[in-house]
């Protein structure tokens, strides 16, 4: 099957994918003890302010009904009206997605620009110094909690050295990338462990490949050899753990957008759990399921363009 | 190894050693090889897996494994004793002048790069080609080694060719800057029978038309017999029988040799039943006193156990490593007055 | 973990990947494994006899001693209400791991039979579970977490109900994985020849063999959940207070930074450290397993 089939396939596996998620976000409003409305609005609860949520949310309606209100609005790009800032929640969410998007960038290629450099130390040299050195950073770093070290670079690299600022977004592309650094470094901090594990593990399987070898006995010089030959096909199966990994690479922006104050949707859940905002949750939660999936769908397009074997697999 | 035909010495190796080391002891995998290859002559280097003819032909080209070391010995090429070089100084010689090729073209070929830009590297890299001329004669190496289609097949990646057509982009790998002498580990062994003859004929063609030599690693006698001019046997890590393969396969004079013969199916000389040779191939970490092969050896004698065994020449331009080579003369002069 | 029953011929044979091999009667000389052990042995001591280290009361505030550096009566100092905080972070150390040890139990058991059922039967059972698998999967872990504990309220039962709904997922991947490549093996076809029900296959034959790829997994699971637990507990979402909680500990001398930087700190090291022996001990495990595969 050529590479078009292989896309379509995929594209066609995610539709029930894709409805199971608007289930599951729809459903989240009736895991909530006792009558949502009532407890959502919590101190605010009036019974005329019930009595309108009841309506704008069909909580009279059956529940299959209930759902298709649900996925009618959807359609409609309608997330509900945000019960904080009463507006749409779908705008306020889409204004915000873009430094999210920043964040979630700028950190997979930090964790990338940290990884293969060491990565590389450690293959090259099995069992030396450095590979025990670079292998007992995972160890370390996978129990770092990531807010914990975003808190202690802020106070390292912010506070004690003014080189970047506390908290923001910054304006322009320059500040961005100024701004941004902590918060992006944090999460790559907590993606780098798995990376390097993997891409460790996989050069290490080339290296010892034949191929190789008929590379070193063509006499490909040592830079050559390592970009065209080993880095070209180690970073493949990196890619498909970098894959796996993506729930978290996203998610984990959830907790850092707020430690550093970043006007995305990350904060935007949080401030919302706290301010009670329930269709702003429900709508954020269904975004980032969105975009996992379509993360998801770039990197396995990524594996299949990287890798030739896999159009014709199956 | 006693003189080769004409042409003086090209590849002049002496006394090779290689020892890996590995968690039970030092394993000494190349025990004191010495071969000679002349300009344009086809030289076979068989024995079992194990018997070190995979690791002389790594040595030879400076492509060890990393648990693997060249402990002494030379290996002159040209007048220049390559043992000493360094990677970057080696990294000139293969492929210009010596080349290699595998026996699993699957493995061996890079699986992401497309075909004709792993047959075209070498030029890039070695004669400093642009991309197009590069190209360019990839798709002529192609040719010459019998690709069909070669336009489309450049751009086509090593999983879309079958096994022999892989081991013919091999060999058009090992073409391309044009070497002195091949280097061949076993590139037919994972071959259907009848693509094994092609390879074999287009190898022989080709070192005919360049005068390229070869260094034909086998476990196949039959296969040495169709492409070698002479033939040196190894076993645990030594040689133990050189010469000319017509003396050595009909007329051989080493117990071991005796026996791959009368294990190997031959076409030529039909025998009563294939008689497998008993015992297993020895530690090489422990090897055993004297002669490697007394254990396993049917005319083994008291010295056999205690004495060395170096290679010793014989006339006729072979040499033997056996205490007691006449033994083999007898056994076959009874075997053939017998059938 | 009992000892696995093989058929004779399996036994003459390679042993399967996952068979324990003798050298498992020789953990102890596992350097990764032992001492990973050996640590967590210490900090779970700690945290268990932590009434008997330190004399002061986690939640006794003392405001007239708040904000004091590390002296000979208080380790690390006493934080914004005088409590002294290397009680906290013992008994906080208590909280945490004792939720994130029982937290990991459900979903690695319901994972564990989901996945099994999907992996040996096979058909629109798998790929039914699998679906399921993908759109739990979508919702990135921290964002299902804190919208099921705000959904469900703050409390450790909301920790272990959110918890299970999205780890279930991880065991279910590797046991499934492992059962597709185990059910050809010989002794599951010498099994199913001999009449024997699914249940018991999957029970006594197939799992014990795959049960320690989850095992491994488990370990780093452990250590997700205390990061969870504790990312929790700095915004308030986790254990409520005054329980001590690493989370909060780090959110309360937050402020401090400057000044107490041991109060934020400590609380996140000794997180580094569980998290670090229970990875060795993890790695250790994988090893012994498969030698050279970690």
């Known amino acids: ?105 700028y950190a997979a290629v930090l964790a990338v620009i940290i990884s293969v450099p060491l990565a590389t130390i450690a293959a090259t040299r099995k069992d030396a110094v450095r590979d025990h050195v670079v292998r007992a950073i995972p160890l370390l770093g996978l129990g770092m909690p990531p807010f914990w070290v975003g808190i202690l670079l802020v106070y390292a690299l912010a506070i004690k050295v003014r080189a970047f600022p506390v908290s923001g977004y910054g304006t322009g592309f320059v500040g961005h990338l100024h701004s941004m650094f902590l918060p992006a470094l944090t999460v790559a901090i907590a993606l780098a462990p798995v990376v390097i594990r993997a891409l460790r593990a996989s050069m290490l399987n080339v290296l010892g490949a034949e191929y190789i070898t008929t590379a070193r006995s063509k006499g490909v010089p040592a830079g050559r050899l390592f ?81 030739p074997r896999v159009r014709f697999d199956r | 190894m006693t003189g080769p035909a004409a042409g003086g010495a090209m590849l002049d190796v002496r006394d090779l050693h290689v020892e890996i080391a590995a968690k039970h002891g030092t394993v000494r995998a190349v025990d004191g090889v010495s071969l000679e290859v002349a300009k344009g002559e086809a030289v076979g280097l068989v024995g079992e897996s194990g018997s070190g003819k995979s690791m002389t032909l790594r040595a030879i080209l400076g492509v060890l494994p990393a648990e693997a070391k060249v402990t002494a010995g030379q290996v002159v090429l040209d007048g220049v004793d390559l043992v000493p070089l360094s990677n970057s100084d080696m990294n000139r010689i293969r492929g210009p002048k010596m080349a290699m090729i595998f026996q699993e073209p699957m493995s061996a070929l890079n699986p992401v790069m497309r075909v004709g830009n792993q047959i075209a590297e070498g030029p890039r890299v070695h004669l400093g080609y642009s991309k197009a001329k590069a190209a360019e004669r990839a798709l002529e190496l192609m040719r010459r080694v019998g690709i069909p289609d070669p336009e489309r097949r450049f751009r086509a990646y090593p999983h879309e060719f079958s096994g022999g057509m892989r081991q013919r982009v091999m060999i058009a790998i090992a073409l391309s ?60 890590g030594q040689l133990v029988e050189t010469g000319n393969v017509h003396d050595v396969l009909l007329e051989p004079r080493h117990p071991y040799t005796l026996g791959l013969v009368r294990s190997a199916p031959d076409v030529e000389f039909v025998r009563e039943s294939l008689v497998p040779i008993p015992g297993a191939p020895p530690s090489l970490v422990t090897p055993p006193s004297g002669c490697l092969f007394h254990p396993r050896c049917s005319f083994a004698e008291e010295d056999c156990k205690v004495l060395p065994t170096p290679l010793r020449e014989l006339p006729g331009g072979r040499s033997t490593a056996c205490l007691h080579y006449e033994r083999c003369e007898e056994e076959l002069a009874a075997e053939r007055a017998g059938s | ?42 900090i779970l001591f700690a945290a268990i006899a932590a009434p008997l280290i330190t004399s002061y009361d986690p939640l006794k505030e003392n405001l007239g001693a708040s904000l004091l550096g590390p002296s000979s ?202 998290g670090l022996s229970l990875s060795l001990i993890g790695d250790g495990l994988a090893d012994l397993i498969r030698p050279g595969h970690s």
Not at chain 1, 3 to 23: C, E, H, Q, W
Not at chain 1, 243 to 258: A, K, S
Not at chain 3, 18 to 42: D, E, F
Not at chain 3, 259 to 265: C, E, I, P, S
Request: charged content about 15%; aromatic content about 10%.
């Open chain 1, 227 to 307: 970009l065209r030959h080993v880095l070209r096909n180690a970073v493949i199966p990196a890619v498909t753990v970098l894959g796996i990994n993506i729930g978290f690479l996203v998610g984990g922006t959830v907790i850092i957008e707020n430690i550093f104050a970043i006007p995305g949707i990350g904060n935007l859940m949080i401030n919302s759990v706290f301010q009670r905002d329930f269709p702003v949750v429900q709508g954020v939660a269904l975004v980032f399921a969105v975009l996992v999936v379509l993360v998801n769908l770039l990197a396995d397009l990524s594996y299949a363009a990287l890798d």
């Open chain 1, 1 to 105: 099957m050529g590479r078009m089939t292989f896309v379509v396939r995929r594209l066609a596996m995610l539709v029930p994918v894709a409805i199971g998620v608007t289930i599951v976000a729809f459903f989240m409003i009736h895991l909530i003890p006792g009558d949502p409305a009532r407890t959502i609005l919590g101190l605010h609860a009036t019974p005329q302010r019930i009595a309108i949520l009841h309506k704008q949310w069909g909580l009279d309606r059956p529940l299959v009904s209930q759902y298709w209100l649900f996925m009618d609005r959807l359609f409609h790009g309608n997330l509900g009206q945000s019960l904080y800032y009463g507006g749409s929640a779908a705008t306020i969410i889409f204004q915000r997605i873009p430094p999210t998007l920043w964040l979630i960038v």
């Open chain 3, 1 to 42: 973990m009992s000892a696995i029953s093989f058929p004779e011929p399996a036994l003459a044979a390679e042993p399967t990947e996952h068979a324990l091999p003798r050298r498992a009667r020789r953990w102890y000389r596992q350097p990764a494994l032992a001492s990973g052990m050996i640590i967590l042995a210490i």
């Open chain 2, 177 to 236: 800057c044009d070497p002195e002498i091949i280097l061949c580990d076993e590139p037919t062994t994972a071959l259907d029978v009848t693509i094994q003859d092609q390879i074999l004929r287009l190898l022989a063609r080709l070192c005919s038309e360049s005068d390229v030599s070869l260094v034909f690693v086998t476990h196949d006698l039959p296969v040495v017999a169709q492409l070698c001019q002479r033939v040196a046997v190894m076993y645990g």
């Open chain 3, 73 to 274: 009566h208080h380790w690390l100092g006493t934080d914004q209400t005088g409590r002294d905080t290397f009680s906290r972070l013992l008994y906080g150390l208590r909280t945490d791991l004792r939720i994130a040890f029982i937290a990991v139990l459900f979903p690695f058991c319901i994972g564990t039979i989901l996945g099994s059922i999907a992996g040996y039967f096979g058909g629109w059972v798998d790929t039914v579970l699998m679906r399921l698998v993908d759109i739990v999967v979508a919702f990135p872990f921290y964002v299902l977490l804190i919208a099921l504990v705000f959904v469900l309220g703050p409390g450790e039962s909301s920790i272990y109900i959110a918890i299970t709904l999205v780890g279930w997922v991880s065991y279910a991947r590797i046991i499934r994985g492992e059962i597709l490549v185990a059910k050809r093996q010989d002794y599951v076809v010498a099994a199913r020849s001999g009449g024997l029900s699914s249940i018991r296959i999957i029970g006594r034959h197939l799992l014990p063999n795959v049960i320690t790829q989850a095992i491994i997994y488990a370990m780093s699971d452990i250590v997700q959940d205390i990061l969870a637990i504790v990312t929790l507990g700095y915004f308030g979402l986790g254990v409520p207070p005054p329980t001590p909680d690493l989370g909060s500990m780090i959110n309360d001398g937050q402020n401090f930074l400057t000044t107490h930087w041991q109060l934020t700190t400590f609380p996140g090291l000794a997180v580094v450290v569980v």
